[in-house]
């Protein structure tokens, strides 16, 4: 193989392991909000309004 076509399938595997990624945090999204009892992401409730904080952990 010469470097060009190397570099290509590189380029392939690199895009494919990364779109591979994507779908798995997509479907671990989806479960979590299929369950309702999961909290969520640590960084959601954050938040300086406390009015917003509580709207969020009444969802």
């Known amino acids: 193989m010469s470097g060009e076509?190397?570099?290509e399938?590189?380029?392939?595997e690199q895009f494919d392991t990364a779109l591979e990624e994507?779908?798995?945090e997509v479907e671990e999204a989806e479960?979590?909000?299929e369950d309702k009892a999961a909290s969520g992401e640590a960084g959601?409730?954050?938040t300086p309004n406390t009015?917003?904080?509580e709207q969020?952990?009444?969802d």
């Open 51 to 53: 009015e917003a904080q």
């Open 5 to 7: 076509e190397d570099d």
């Open 9 to 12: 399938k590189d380029r392939k």
């Open 31 to 33: 479960k979590r909000d």
């Open 56 to 58: 969020a952990e009444e």
């Open 44 to 46: 959601d409730a954050v």
């Open 22 to 24: 994507v779908l798995r």
